[in-house]
């Protein structure tokens, strides 16, 4: 009779046992989960926030004169001719100077020929993910960089009727300027959190326009399938965390 009951009270607390281990695992799991969804929510609020640092420095009007200079933010692609071209740099949070042009590169289409070029101004300007560069994070903690992109393009079907139109309120001194429509762009990204190698994102930073625009004016058909991939889609295909802001807007002149 002894040796039974202590049987039982063995298979009692192994039961015990096997219970406590699921409901610590269930426990674990679940902190787990927590965990990741506040890590989530961190990194794009990271993200974003380092997007928004760079657009709000774009927006600094001590800086708009410059900007419009021949060799500013908006003056240096502002040709006819630098269409669908994209100026791209990557925003440095130590450096005081938002915008230089000797730290810039151009992406463009080759002349008559449906492939990019990215270094006529050199790759300086291409943000670099490797854990040994030096001033290509927003950060001193080298957990985000942003890569900024400035392109005018010429593809306005989706504008409204005279969108290019500036005109004035007085009759006299009102004048009728042509206007142009500019797109900033703001890539953030957090390298660290991925499995991808640094070379693949890299490639991706360097390599893909933020905007596909067909080159010549023509349509996109042309194009590879490879080449139609904007740099949003491939970071998405590394499973890189990244959020990509646009800011849009259009150059006047008030003549009074």
Do not use: H
Not at 173 to 202: C, H, T, W, Y
């Amino acid at each position: 009779m002894k040796k039974s009951q202590a049987g039982a009270t063995l298979i009692v607390v192994l039961i015990f046992l096997v219970a406590m281990t699921i409901i610590g695992t269930l426990a674990i799991r679940q902190s787990m989960v927590s965990l990741s969804i506040a890590t989530n929510s961190q990194v794009q609020q990271l993200l974003t926030q380092s997007s928004d640092a760079a657009l709000f420095k774009s927006e600094n009007p001590a800086d708009l004169a410059y900007s419009l200079s021949p060799a500013g933010l908006f003056g240096y692609i502002n040709n006819a001719n630098d269409k669908n071209k994209e100026l791209v740099f990557c925003f440095r949070g130590d450096q005081t100077q938002f915008f230089s042009i000797r730290q810039a590169s151009l992406m463009q289409w080759k002349e008559g020929s449906p492939s990019l070029t990215n270094n006529s101004l050199g790759i300086r300007g291409y943000c670099d993910s490797s854990p040994q560069s030096t001033n290509w994070f927003t950060s001193g903690r080298k957990a985000v960089l942003t890569q900024i992109s400035v392109k005018f393009p010429t593809d306005s079907s989706l504008d409204n009727p005279f969108f290019d139109r500036v005109r004035g309120s007085d009759s006299q001194k009102g004048q009728i300027e042509e206007a142009k429509r500019v797109k900033i762009f703001a890539v953030s990204i957090m390298p660290s959190l991925s499995k991808a190698s640094r070379s693949d994102i890299n490639d991706c930073l360097k390599g893909k326009m933020s905007q596909v625009t067909p080159p010549d004016d023509k349509d996109t058909s042309t194009l590879t399938p490879d080449q139609k991939i904007d740099i949003t889609a491939c970071l998405t295909n590394l499973n890189v965390p990244f959020t990509t802001q646009v800011s849009e807007y259009t150059i006047t002149q008030d003549f009074t």
